[in-house]
């Protein structure tokens, strides 16, 4: 790590209040094998119940939902050519209806083009809604092609802006470490998909002093946390295992911290790593939906809240930039 990134004396080691967002990903249309899907009518995801977990998420004190890249409107047996686009179009869908939250959808780094930004430019924003987007790098795309992100993000923010006036939230994944020059001064927010503390740790602090380098101002940087909570260890383990089978070692929150327990072990983890000075929040992956989003919302936040961790009111909160 460069010597340029390492931080001050003066960096702070916590922010004032954490960042909780949510992803949404498991309310898509869900995946079929092809060959048992033949001649079956292609499901479709519920915008109706998308659109009312967001607004209880956000009346329940999370900033942000966001809905991954494979993210489905529709389960067809045979691939759609612009499926990609679904996670915008679905968030572009719910935003009259979501109640003041922000919406993130993912794309892929070299789909961030005048599609996307002409659906961003559509979000409304009556209810108090803002739009964010999360670019992220495919398995076959190199490091040395991050710098077109640059490029892609320009036009993308410009168009836009253009069209609606607001400027978009980029969020950002931080994959490797050569990385992170471009990511800090490229994004208002950072994931961190990471398990170890220590690490996460030095990856936050060179993220906000990368940016500070850039003359911007301080980055967030959220880690994903796979969450499993019911009422004693036991029974929480038991069931993330049974996800982890059904899933076949190829679930979405592969490498992610997790947080399995009751609602007192989540707070637990969660209140260590901000200590830490490892995360200015989290972006929840809940092991099933609803019982691991119904124990975030009535469970986990408020008990951040009553610590002072978590901001009482969610209205502004996560809110990066107008």
Do not use: C
């Amino acid at each position: 790590m460069s010597t340029a990134f390492l931080p001050t004396r003066t960096t702070e080691t916590t922010s004032t209040t954490a960042t909780i967002a949510l992803d949404l990903s498991g309310l898509g249309a869900p995946a079929h094998d092809r060959g048992a899907a033949a001649g079956l009518p292609a499901e479709q995801a519920n915008l109706v119940r998308l659109a009312s977990y967001a607004r209880a998420a956000h009346k329940g004190g999370v900033s942000f939902v966001t809905l991954g890249e494979d993210f489905r409107l529709r389960a067809d047996a045979s691939p759609r050519a612009n499926a990609w686009l679904d996670p915008v179009i679905a968030a572009r869908r719910i935003s009259p209806s979501a109640g003041g939250t922000g919406l993130v959808p993912s794309v892929q780094l070299g789909r961030a083009d005048a599609a996307v930004a002409a659906e961003l430019a559509q979000f409304n924003r009556k209810s108090g809604s803002w739009a964010g987007l999360q670019v992220s790098r495919g398995r076959d795309e190199r490091v040395s092609a991050l710098p077109q992100l640059g490029d892609l993000l320009e036009d993308l923010i410009r168009t836009a802006e253009a069209r609606s006036s607001q400027r978009p939230t980029v969020v950002l994944p931080l994959e490797q470490e050569a990385e992170l020059p471009a990511v800090a001064e490229l994004a208002d927010v950072v994931r961190l998909r990471e398990a170890d503390l220590g690490w996460a740790r030095e990856l936050r602090f060179a993220v906000r002093s990368a940016a500070r380098a850039a003359g911007r101002p301080p980055v967030r940087v959220l880690v994903d946390l796979r969450t499993v909570i019911a009422a004693d260890y036991e029974s929480a383990r038991a069931r993330a295992d049974l996800l982890s089978d059904i899933a076949g070692g190829t679930g979405s929150w592969e490498g992610a911290l997790e947080a399995v327990g009751t609602v007192g072990d989540v707070v637990t983890t969660i209140e260590k790593w901000l200590e830490a000075g490892a995360a200015d929040g989290f972006v929840v992956l809940p092991g099933s939906i609803p019982a691991d989003v119904t124990r975030l919302i009535r469970g986990v936040i408020p008990a951040l809240q009553a610590r002072g961790l978590v901001a009482t009111s969610g209205a502004e909160v996560g809110r990066v930039r107008d």
